[in-house]
């Protein structure tokens, strides 16, 4: 069955260090990836998304993500942190099994950010 | 542009009570439209999608149900609530290609006493 997974379900960064959130996915088709980003008591906004050519897109607020098709992966990345950033992260992928538009949500990353 | 509404914001109800959620899409049509679930701690439970008015295909069978009566309007509702049924609702929308992003709402709040 298909599956995004995030392994990190809290991570804790100072603020201006470099941050990397992990997601990893399984599909045996090229996958559409998404990242979105939730702060608490909001609903999510979608940061970025991949769907095919240029492995490394560029999203909102100053986040990145590559796809890498040989390590299934698809990490989210920003060279310095701000304050602003503490929120929940979620990756998400296109679910080939289901209907057409459906996602398949990893079950989140929380960011805290030390002062 | 295109905009998400959910009401109400937050929802505080006693168990047995019945439940009815909005949520309307401005801006698009004939998109597709999602409900889902978050509970306390964990990731997100898509419960029901619609692709078309009066088109609701049920993910997990539960105390809720859903209706689509009109093409940019999802409603979410229970005839009685359960304890379980606490969380935050999250309404979303995509483009009807299949192929697109979805948007979501700001969300509602729902406290089962």
């Known amino acids: 069955a298909q599956s995004v997974t995030q392994p990190d379900i809290h991570i804790t960064v100072s603020e201006g260090a470099s941050l990397e959130l992990r997601c990893n996915y399984s599909y045996g088709a090229t996958p559409y990836l998404f990242w979105y980003v939730q702060s608490p008591g909001q609903g999510l906004q979608l940061l970025l998304k991949y769907f095919s050519g240029d ?5 909102i607020k100053g986040f ?4 890498k098709r040989s390590q299934s992966s698809f990490n989210l990345r920003k060279p310095s942190v701000h304050w602003s950033d503490a929120a929940e992260y979620f990756c998400a992928g296109r679910d080939y099994g289901g209907s057409q538009g459906n996602l398949i ?7 805290s950010v030390k002062p | 542009s295109q905009t998400i509404h959910q009401w109400p914001a937050t929802l505080v109800q ?9 949520c309307t899409v401005e801006g698009t049509s004939n998109p597709n439209l999602y409900w889902y679930r978050q509970a306390a701690g964990r990731g997100l ?3 029901f999608y619609s692709v078309g008015i009066g088109q609701i295909s ?3 069978p539960q105390n809720l149900s859903a209706s689509r009566p009109q ?4 409603i979410l509702s229970s005839k009685k609530l359960l304890l379980s049924d606490s969380g935050f609702y999250l309404c979303a929308w995509s483009g009807s290609s299949g192929y697109n992003e979805q948007f ?7 406290t089962v006493l």
């Open chain 1, 55 to 59: 492995t490394l897109v560029q999203g």
């Open chain 1, 64 to 67: 990145e993500a590559e796809f």
């Open chain 1, 105 to 111: 949500f990893g079950k989140g990353t929380k960011l």
């Open chain 2, 14 to 22: 006693p168990v047995g009570s019945p439940l009815s959620l909005e």
């Open chain 2, 45 to 47: 439970q898509l419960l």
């Open chain 2, 58 to 60: 049920s993910e997990v």
């Open chain 2, 71 to 74: 093409d940019r309007q999802f």
């Open chain 2, 104 to 110: 979501f709402g700001p969300g509602t709040r729902l």
